[in-house]
């Protein structure tokens, strides 16, 4: 165009306007595409503002011209760091009372199973103490079955048994076909036949409630019956020392020895408790060395892992940059 213009001195004025006319016509159509084009960038860039929004580790919305100015992470730790942070940020997000709910779950379900947990002792307890009831009662009646039956058996004479014996002098020799026969000790049979030991507990109901019955014969006035009993049960004790049977008719004696069994209960089960406790400590103790050596298992494989791809070729952020 500048050049038609310096040649313009040979040209007409008509022909010059026309000229002027077609590149003033080119520069406008040319300005009106740089234009549109410009528009059409800017509306692209509103609409990925629009639909494109990304969370940062902070909870806070950025769009996609910001995103150009977040820097990638470089090392490792950085990258691990950030992971947290968006974890915490979505545990935010779940709202306030979020970690306190949890709380109160987790306390709930502790509840629940140490409550269970006691049912369940409490059911063993019951079980128990019925079995040995029962087992108490059974050995009740197996004494007094057995005492019934040596009471209805005769006992042998032992004058009767007693076989006459000759002591042979020095030197004296017997006759031929005579039989002699040395002293034989006739042992009475009822002798092992002797009850079973009273419990404690046992012996002090049984010994509280004839006390009781006693009195409560005195104090309605019938002191001759109740003498009648008192008699019996020192005959039976006299009768029960002559055999040989421990009898507990001392209570201060009785309670005393209930006192030992509770504590010697108590010791053990201190001892139980403690061997409980041991065992349990072992137990965690092998569960934290098994958890240890996997953690470090798996440290080792990931190490072995990022040399194999190092040996590839590979970038890895932190390890690379080392």
Same mark, same amino acid.
């Given at each position: 165009?500048?050049?038609?213009?310096?040649?313009?001195?040979?040209?007409?004025?008509?022909?010059?306007?026309?000229?002027?006319?077609?590149? #003033?016509?080119?520069?406008?159509?040319?300005?009106?595409?740089?234009?549109?084009?410009?528009?059409?960038?800017?509306?692209?860039?509103?609409?990925?503002?629009?639909?494109?929004?990304?969370?940062?580790?902070?909870?806070?919305?950025?769009?996609?011209?910001?995103?150009?100015?977040?820097?990638?992470?470089? !090392?490792?730790?950085?990258?691990?760091?950030?992971?947290?942070? #968006?974890?915490?940020?979505?545990?935010? &997000?779940?709202?306030?009372?979020?970690?306190?709910?949890?709380?109160?779950?987790?306390?709930?379900?502790? &509840?629940?199973?140490?409550?269970?947990?006691?049912?369940?002792?409490?059911?063993?307890?019951? !079980?128990?103490? &019925?079995?040995?009831?029962?087992?108490?009662?059974?050995?009740?009646?197996?004494?007094?079955?057995?005492?019934?039956?040596?009471?209805?058996?005769?006992?042998?004479?032992?004058?009767?048994?007693?076989?006459?014996?000759?002591?042979?002098?020095?030197?004296?020799?017997?006759?031929?076909?005579?039989?002699?026969?040395?002293?034989?000790?006739?042992?009475?049979?009822?002798?092992?036949?002797?009850?079973?030991?009273?419990?404690?507990?046992?012996?002090?109901?049984?010994?509280?409630?004839?006390?009781?019955?006693?009195?409560?014969?005195?104090?309605?006035?019938?002191?001759?019956?109740?003498?009648?009993?008192?008699?019996?049960?020192?005959?039976?004790?006299?009768?029960?020392?002559?055999?040989?049977?421990?009898?507990?008719?001392?209570?201060?004696?009785?309670?005393?020895?209930?006192?030992?069994?509770?504590?010697?209960?108590?010791?053990?089960?201190? &001892?139980?408790?403690?061997?409980?406790?041991?065992?349990?400590?072992?137990?965690?103790?092998?569960?934290?060395?098994?958890?240890?050596?996997?953690?470090?298992?798996?440290?080792?494989?990931?190490?072995?892992?990022?040399?194999?791809?190092?040996?590839?070729?590979?970038?890895?952020?932190?390890?690379?940059?080392?």
């Amino acid at each position: 165009m500048i050049d038609q213009i310096k040649s313009s001195a040979t040209m007409d004025d008509a022909e010059l306007r026309r000229t002027i006319a077609q590149e #003033y016509k080119y520069l406008t159509n040319v300005f009106d595409q740089i234009k549109q084009f410009r528009q059409s960038e800017t509306g692209q860039e509103k609409q990925i503002e629009r639909h494109v929004k990304v969370t940062n580790r902070t909870g806070q919305i950025k769009t996609a011209t910001e995103l150009k100015d977040v820097q990638r992470a470089k !090392t490792l730790e950085e990258l691990h760091q950030r992971l947290d942070m #968006y974890k915490a940020s979505k545990a935010v &997000k779940k709202g306030p009372r979020y970690e306190v709910n949890l709380k109160k779950k987790i306390k709930k379900k502790a &509840k629940v199973a140490k409550a269970k947990e006691e049912r369940k002792k409490l059911a063993r307890a019951l !079980t128990k103490e &019925k079995r040995s009831e029962r087992k108490r009662e059974e050995e009740e009646e197996r004494r007094l079955f057995e005492a019934a039956n040596s009471k209805n058996e005769k006992k042998p004479n032992v004058k009767d048994m007693k076989v006459e014996s000759k002591d042979l002098s020095v030197g004296e020799v017997p006759k031929v076909g005579s039989i002699v026969f040395n002293k034989i000790d006739i042992v009475d049979e009822t002798e092992n036949d002797r009850p079973s030991k009273q419990r404690p507990k046992v012996a002090l109901d049984k010994l509280e409630k004839t006390q009781r019955l006693i009195s409560k014969l005195k104090e309605k006035g019938n002191v001759d019956k109740a003498a009648a009993i008192q008699k019996k049960v020192l005959w039976s004790n006299v009768m029960d020392k002559a055999e040989g049977v421990k009898v507990k008719d001392d209570k201060e004696r009785i309670k005393k020895s209930i006192k030992r069994v509770e504590e010697r209960k108590k010791k053990s089960e201190k &001892k139980w408790k403690e061997r409980i406790e041991h065992t349990q400590s072992k137990i965690e103790a092998k569960q934290k060395k098994r958890k240890d050596n996997l953690k470090s298992r798996k440290t080792d494989n990931i190490k072995k892992k990022i040399k194999k791809s190092i040996k590839k070729g590979r970038t890895i952020p932190g390890v690379n940059d080392k």
